[in-house]
């Protein structure tokens, strides 16, 4: 592709959301926006390299998407008058006021996101309407099949037309639990890349890593009081900061052995701002910190040590204690652990990892539980047991950059 | 406005729990499924409602073939079936779901919530 025919595609993908969530606005019809969108994309392609970028692009294509939309509406409305209908409906019609921001994109995400349709479906929709991601580039990012990835969308899209899934910000007592699962969905995102679960993929995955730290600074723009998107921005971009040194030579280097020095400061220091405003919202509205503003913050208490050796256990399994009491799940519990370990010693740390088990069966299937009892088992001295670990740790887990990791922590076993 | 079929489905257990059902535990079950009722009626989204007998007074006719074909019980065996329905009228499937969250807790029962087809244009 030209620089020219790159530098559209750039912009077009930037501005695929806003583009796309302001045709549905106005048109209440998903396909309709999505091909009126790749239309605009086909003249800007034509004319931007000859007349060069508009000022406004993002502009230039909603209005250019909106009269493509608008002549086949023309065009079909003979045989299809229910466009026409939409059209009267739909065109600038206020929306029912939320009392809150309102932004076409906004309205967007919590249809993609909606309780109605399938998880699965809900990540799709989101990387494709808002992210612009195409639809072999989503199948690829979570393996499927095109074709599969292609029918999970279409039935989705189906199901928000019949089903009359509404393009609305929900009512604020809906807020809550409708944006925990757009928040769900982006962490989902965010977390596939970082660690993919697959043996197939990279072991790191920057397009889904970086998509998903997009949505959320969309998020952010959006709802700026919302406490919990600011902790899942703050929570992905303290994780990010970590990436390129996260796996050297094909293998996954845990927090202690990173080079700290490798870190992204700038996303550091834009994560700790983020925790800070968090930690003065809370004790200002007395509203306790949910999920990802703790998680946050414990990875901020992390990227603030100099060094491995300097990092502040108490206050770790302070937060995790507090994460607990907000998720009470055996993962958290797991986490809480490698705490311990540090404060109490494996040993404590090694008896609360084996009674977990016992909350919750399936974490036998789990690597992180066996990597944890392993590693635990290993500075006990106990190697054979911690050899065990290491094969059910490495039998559990697809990633090859945690595997090869894996491995050589077995291999390093006193006999 | 659109509609929308809020079916309360059962399965064998549930028939034979609520058989078990004293009508002291019956009562008021009934009385919520008529308040909620009642709202419905008095906020303009009722448009029809009704329980059914059990899913073994059911006969399938088939007339698709050369002659009718009339059978005892239902066409597919299943291991859950429709009991009782309301149809009611919700701008979107966010009022239909609340609606049918309000149902649930009423008549004691999971509710499936399924769109109408619209109308087709004039």
């Not at chain 1, 989101?126 to 039935?155: H, N, Y």
């Not at chain 1, 094909?250 to 700790?272: K, N």
């Not at chain 2, 008549?107 to 004039?122: I, K, L, M, T």
Request: net charge negative; proline share 6%; aromatic share 6%.
């Amino acid at each position: 592709m030209s620089d020219a025919g790159a530098a559209v595609d750039r912009i077009y993908r930037e501005e695929y959301g806003r583009v796309v969530a302001s045709l549905v606005r106005r048109f209440g019809d998903l396909d309709l926006a999505e091909d009126a969108a790749a239309e605009a994309l086909l003249v800007a392609l034509e004319r931007w390299p000859v007349d060069g970028v508009p000022p406004n692009p993002g502009g230039w294509l909603t209005t250019t998407a909106g009269n493509r939309a608008i002549d086949r509406i023309r065009r079909e409305s003979h045989r299809d008058a229910k466009h026409q209908a939409a059209l009267k409906m739909y065109d600038d019609t206020p929306h029912e006021p939320t009392g809150l921001v309102e932004d076409d994109r906004l309205r967007l995400i919590f249809t993609c996101c909606h309780p109605a349709l399938a998880p699965e479906a809900r990540v799709a929709l989101t990387l494709r309407l808002l992210g612009g991601l195409t639809v072999a580039e989503i199948a690829q990012a979570f393996l499927v099949p095109e074709t599969t990835m292609a029918q999970r969308i279409t039935r989705a899209k189906r199901k928000i037309k019949d089903a009359h899934i509404p393009f609305r910000v929900p009512a604020a007592d809906d807020l809550p639990t409708r944006l925990a699962a757009v928040l769900a969905v982006v962490y989902l995102v965010f977390n596939e890349g970082y660690l993919s679960s697959s043996a197939d993929a990279d072991p790191m995955r920057e397009d889904l890593t970086a998509e998903a730290i997009r949505l959320s600074r969309i998020l952010r723009a959006l709802l700026p009081e919302e406490p919990e998107v600011a902790g899942l921005l703050a929570l992905m971009l303290l994780t990010e900061a970590r990436r390129t040194v996260r796996v050297a030579g094909g293998e996954l280097v845990p927090l202690h052995e990173q080079d700290r020095g490798g870190w992204d400061r700038a996303l550091i220091a834009e994560g700790h701002d983020l925790v800070r405003e968090c930690l003065a919202r809370a004790l200002r509205t007395g509203q306790g910190p949910g999920q990802y503003q703790l998680l946050a913050a414990i990875n901020a208490v992390h990227t603030d040590a100099p060094e491995a050796s300097a990092t502040d256990w108490s206050q770790i399994a302070a937060l995790y204690a507090q994460l607990y009491a907000v998720a009470p799940t055996p993962i958290v519990a797991l986490n809480r652990a490698v705490a311990t370990a540090e404060l109490d010693g494996p040993e404590v740390a090694l008896a609360e990892v084996d009674r977990l088990p016992g909350i919750q069966p399936s974490l036998t299937t789990y690597h992180a539980w066996h990597a944890t009892r392993a590693d635990l088992l290993r500075r006990l001295g106990r190697s054979a047991e911690a050899r065990a670990a290491y094969d059910a740790a490495i039998a559990a887990t697809e990633n090859s950059a945690e595997r090869a990791y894996l491995s050589r922590r077995r291999g390093s076993l006193a006999p | 406005m659109s509609q929308y079929l809020l079916a309360v489905n059962g399965s064998a257990a549930d028939v034979e729990a609520q058989a078990q059902m004293t009508m002291e535990e019956i009562q008021p079950i009934f009385e919520a499924v008529n308040v909620f009722n009642e709202k419905l009626k008095a906020e303009g989204a009722w448009v029809f409602a009704g329980g059914l007998q059990p899913i073994e007074s059911t006969t399938t006719v088939d007339n698709t073939g050369a002659e009718t074909v009339i059978t005892d019980g239902p066409f597919v065996e299943s291991k859950e079936w429709i009991g009782g329905f309301w149809v009611i009228e919700a701008p979107d499937l966010d009022a239909a779901l609340k609606w049918a969250a309000e149902g649930s807790k009423a008549c004691a029962g999971r509710v499936e919530v399924r769109p109408f087809q619209d109308e087709p244009e004039a």
